[in-house]
């Protein structure tokens, strides 16, 4: 009887969040500063595209603050065991904190500026370990804070970066490795990218390591590709496999096609290009779902205006494995996957930006049970 009278809570809350969240995006509209990858005539709808999916509820959206113009998320485990989550907001230049299993708004980090600790355009953000790296597009930067405290760090690109957005970060070296993709457009036209000989450097690696006297960065590579197949028009997101040494990279230039290239761990295109048909609206953020025998599957967002589709693809083989959307959630810009399980999300939880304005958050299981996809340890 306990556990009736809570599935009829929970059902009656999501329901009661999901109007909520419709209601709201009925009547209100995110601040407006576009970018390259919104230089569409028109706005791309499902409801009109034919795309096969599947219907995913969702956990829980947070409420909507359309003043933030809110980007990417990533999320944090507390030494309490409780998940944080971490949202970039580009309009209000901070990151904004919610509790990772209710949703709730927990405080706000940042502010305009451009000393250590404030922000300016926050964009791609990714946590590992107790960091939390941000990619600043207006400060030309990658920040990193240390967390509980969001005690700035260091940050570094400023001499190299020109209009930086995306990021991948791991463990390499005795410190961490980050690749973060540079956006530079035409100087005569921001909507336009550049010609193909100047996109060798759409992507920077740094090297980042705390060797005893303070944080210390170096550039190590700047790369991409400049052939018609394998070149990154227009770049954002990015987002690396180590066991497969391959780095997936959404081409958003939806003139030549949208869609995602595989490139090699050492920034050299294979040749291989993933969802060619399937990206009807714009390839947008990505994550990996990874088990330890090196399978698992690959989530990349297509940014329709009125619902988001999440097409999901094999880790290994890099086949299409099917594609799902949810109820509200629209026009996803960055996605975050924290296959860590709790009492909330036993089966981890997948995160995604709402029309600018709100995270929403999937039960891994239920997405797992609609697709049929493999269990595994992570």
């Not at 909507?191 to 190590?220: I, K, M």
Request: aromatic share 8%; proline share 4%.
């Amino acid at each position: 009887m306990i556990a009736t009278r809570t599935r009829l809570h929970t059902t009656l809350l999501h329901t009661t969040l999901l109007a909520s969240a419709l209601a709201l995006t009925a009547c209100a509209s995110a601040p407006v500063d576009r970018e390259a990858d919104e230089a569409l005539l028109k706005d791309p709808l499902l409801s009109e595209a034919k795309v096969a999916h599947q219907v995913v509820p969702e956990a829980f959206i947070t409420a909507l603050t359309p003043a933030d113009n809110l980007d990417s998320p990533a999320s944090w485990s507390a030494p309490d065991g409780s998940r944080w989550l971490i949202a970039t907001a580009k309009a209000t230049h901070a990151l904004v904190v919610f509790d990772g299993d209710s949703g709730k708004r927990l405080r706000v980090v940042g502010g305009k500026g451009k000393a250590l600790g404030k922000l300016d355009r926050p964009n791609g953000i990714s946590v590992v370990d107790d960091l939390v790296f941000v990619v600043e597009r207006d400060n030309r930067r990658v920040q990193v804070f240390a967390l509980p405290d969001f005690t700035p760090l260091t940050s570094f690109g400023q001499d190299e970066l020109r209009e930086p957005y995306g990021l991948w970060v791991r463990k390499h070296d005795g410190g961490y490795e980050v690749v973060v993709s540079d956006n530079y457009m035409s100087p005569a036209n921001k909507d336009v990218p550049p010609p193909l000989a100047e996109l060798g450097q759409r992507f920077r690696r740094y090297q980042l390591n705390n060797a005893g006297q303070g944080w210390q960065s170096r550039l190590t590579q700047s790369f991409g590709d400049t052939s018609d197949a394998g070149a990154i028009r227009i770049a954002e997101s990015v987002f690396g496999d180590e066991a497969h040494a391959r780095l997936m990279i959404a081409e958003e230039d939806v003139a030549v096609g949208t869609q995602l290239r595989e490139y090699g761990m050492d920034g050299r295109y294979r040749g291989r290009n993933v969802g060619s048909g399937l990206f009807k609206a714009q390839a947008e953020g990505m994550t990996l779902f990874a088990c330890k025998d090196g399978s698992g599957y690959w989530i990349a967002t297509d940014q329709f205006k009125d619902r988001s589709v999440f097409q999901v693809f094999d880790r290994q083989s890099l086949a299409h494995v099917g594609a799902f959307a949810g109820r509200v959630t629209a026009n996803t810009d960055g996605v975050w996957l924290d296959q860590r399980g709790d009492a909330r999300f036993p089966g981890g939880v997948f995160y995604a930006l709402h029309d600018d304005q709100a995270v929403a958050a999937f039960d891994w299981r239920d997405i797992a049970r609609t697709l049929r996809l493999k269990e595994c340890a992570p």
